[in-house]
């Protein structure tokens, strides 16, 4: 899922690249079909950018990745144009921005679990994904075991921290991080040892031979996109039937391969 870095430089680019307009009160405008909508004729979707491969800002100055492409052609297939918000992680997995009306969708990478449903209604799955150690690759590490007396670095918020919480040994220290790029600087600046995050991410990590993936976790894993709670029902069923719409007819495959064909 190619090279990654969540930097300052990209996070400034991702701003300047923000195409979003003045919110409308909150769901105040709605589709032909009548959905309730932040912004009149756009679909405006909230994400965590950069987190590449599923959402950065492309040479063109574009938002791009798996989540911004399948969202773009969700948002052509309701006659909507894409908007796009940059907004924390923890705001985005708590579902607070959806709360307060900043958005109609989150395409973040967001895996569903029990816990966020209980805030936020989910589209069907439509990316499985595994964890993963990212180590340097002079590291002996091959497992989650070799971490004992390690440092093990995870985004704050995510699933990756509560599996490195939940089975990494007891005297492993597990250091959070509020972004990917913190994540990955602290991993590069050798203040911690191993990185513990989704697979996709981590291999765009790797930096040439500099660091390996020592060792996949199936987790059983699936990202949805979500939406309000309340009151989205209608959105949540026009976006499963986008989603449909584009395994049907090739589109999806079609953006998988763009980014995780290898």
Known sequence: MLHKARTALAAILALGALTTTACSGGGTAQTASGIPLVNEGSLTVCSNVPFEPFEYVGDDGEYTGFDMDLSREIAAG???ELEVQNA?????QSGTVLAANQCDMIAAAVTITPEREKNMAFSDPYYDSLQS??????SAAKSLEDMAGKKIGIQQGTTGETYARDNAPADAEVIAYQTDAELFQALQAGNIDAVLQDLPVNLAHTDGDAFTIAAKYATG??????MRKAGSEDLVKEVNSQLSTMRENGKYTEIYDKYFAE
């Open 133 to 138: 150690l990212l180590v340097p690759a002079d």
């Open 78 to 80: 309701m006659g909507l």
């Open 88 to 92: 924390s992680f923890d705001g985005l």
């Open 221 to 226: 894993e699936s990202y949805g996109l979500a």
